[in-house]
Every structure is written in C-alpha cells, then in structure tokens.
C-alpha cells in the first residue's frame, strides 16, 4: 500500500474529495454532538439552584440527621481513621502542632470583613444572644472567638497546661432546625444526670432552646481518668444559629470541651454527643456522636 499514488492521484487510498467528504462528516457529527451535549447540559442547570439544593432533609443522600465532628483531627497522611489526640505537654513542637491544626480550622472565624484576604460576607456577622437574634434578609449571627477562653490562639488552647481543648460542631444540613430538649418533661433515660440537671436549671428560659453536648469516657476507666471537662462557651449550640440556609457569611456555631485534668500517660476514650429531639442517637453507626482518644504526657 503506497501512501501516495501518483497514478490514481490517491492519498492513502483516497482521493481528495473522499477525504473533504469524510471530514465533512465527522466535523457535523461531532458539532451536533457536542451541541446535544450542551443543550442537556443547560436543560439540567435550569433545574438547579445555586443557593439550595434540590433534593433536602430525607430525600437527600445525607438524610435529616447531622453528624458531629471534632477537631484537630489527627494527621490523616499518618493514618487515614487514626482519631487519637496524642501529645506531650512539656514539648513545644508537640503543642505546637496540634494547636497550628486549630488554628487553621478557626481561620474562617477570624474574618470579620470582606476585603482582600477576607471571608465573602464576612460583614453580614452580627452578634447574637438567646435574647436578641432577630436577623435582617442577609445577616447571620457570629462566632466569637473571644468566648471560648482559655480555648484561644494566645493560650495555644490550654494544650501546654496539660487541659486541652476539643472544638465540636455540627455538620450543616440545608434547612435543618433543631427541636431541643427545653423541659425536663421528654428528657431520654440515657442522657447524663449533670446534663438533666442543668437543662433543669434553664428550664422555660431562652437559654434552654440548645443542642446539648456531652462528653464522657467510653468505659469506666476513661470515667476515672478524664478529669472535669468544661463546656466553652455554652453546654452546647444555640439553637438562634439554625436553620442553615446557604446565606454569604454563615459560620456553624461551635462547643470548645476543655478537658481540665486528664490523667497523664493514660489512653482515655472519649465519646461525645449532640442531644435533641430530632438527632438520633446510633454509637455503633456513630449517629449523633463522635469518638476520639485523647493521651496526654509529660515524659
């Protein structure tokens, strides 16, 4: 087979209008195609917002149910499903690193405007109280950071004092609301007594309209060993900060566990979890909790 014949005039046997028909072809098959493909493509945009998505609570594929989440997460490069908080607190790099991992979590709470370097509605933050939260069209209430203290940046979140702290939140769930545990009418069995005596104590105030946490130890061993455990800046999240409806700005409100006095060189499983009457509770599908191991040195 020759590439070129001179005799018939063919290019790798064809003749030139061969080859012109043949791209002809290809070139108005493929631009239909491509113009069909662009079509659907466009057709299936119009279906769908850019602020809420079409399919919510049930009908979605992440259900009605929020998870809860913890950080600082440990180094997934290290291990993937490693959920262990191990340091030594009279070592600088160790704290260190944990406390840049919180860091860099937080950063998003830091921005409070909206110019170069700033969080995209930064400036819709307000303040918010269980009193006073009545927000305009745009607004969402904020997280202030200076609340959690002694779980703050300049205390490198207590880590070097041997009481670290572990922020909590909520996974966001477009147009979820809680329904909280505001009486002690409904109360499960299952919920700590401090906590039942402390909803006790806010019982009919705005301050009971809460997603409530609760962290314990997992065995009775972690029970002796985890120490006080404090509740940064609220037992729990407010329920002014829901429901989540995909506004510019909005921060998920956060719980900083400051654990006062772990028992040093002891592995202490921890599992904390999110109470309200529309959050199933599951340990072993990790429904409504979240489990980390907390290990504090100072060898």
């Not at 069995?189 to 301050?207: A, H, N, R, W």
């Amino acid at each position: 087979m020759f590439v070129w014949n001179s005799e018939t005039g063919q290019f790798l046997g064809r003749t030139g209008s061969s080859w012109a028909k043949i791209l002809l072809f290809y070139l108005i098959f493929y631009a239909v195609l491509a113009g069909f493909f662009a079509a659907m493509l466009t057709i299936f945009y119009q279906t769908l917002d850019s602020k809420m998505p079409k399919w919510q609570m049930d009908s979605s594929l992440i259900g009605s149910n929020p998870g809860l989440g913890f950080r600082p997460m440990p180094d997934s490069v290290v291990s993937v499903e490693s959920t262990l908080i191990y340091y030594k607190a009279n070592d600088k790099g160790s704290v260190l690193k944990w406390a840049s991992i919180i860091d860099e979590f937080l950063k998003d709470y830091r921005k409070k405007g909206s110019g170069s370097g700033e969080a995209n509605g930064a400036e819709n933050r307000v303040p918010c109280t269980p009193t006073s939260h009545n927000l305009g069209e745009n607004q969402v209430c904020d997280v202030s950071l200076d609340d959690f203290s002694p779980c703050t940046a300049s205390r490198q979140y207590n880590y070097e004092q041997g009481g670290p702290c572990v922020f909590l939140k909520l996974n966001k769930i477009f147009n979820w609301t809680p329904q909280p545990y505001n009486d002690t009418e409904s109360l499960p069995d299952t919920m700590p007594e401090f906590l039942k005596q402390y909803i006790k104590s806010v019982s009919g105030k705005p301050e009971a309209n809460m997603v409530w946490v609760s962290c314990e130890g997992e065995n009775p061993a972690d029970v002796e060993n985890i120490g006080p455990v404090q509740y940064l800046p609220r037992r729990g999240f407010p329920a002014f900060y829901y429901p989540f409806t995909n506004k510019e700005g909005y921060l998920s409100p956060l719980v900083a566990v400051l654990f006062e006095r772990p028992r040093t060189g002891v592995l202490i499983n921890i599992e904390c979890k999110a109470w309200a009457k529309n959050i199933l509770y599951d340990r072993y599908e990790r429904r409504g909790s979240v489990h980390f191991e907390l290990m504090v040195d100072r060898s």
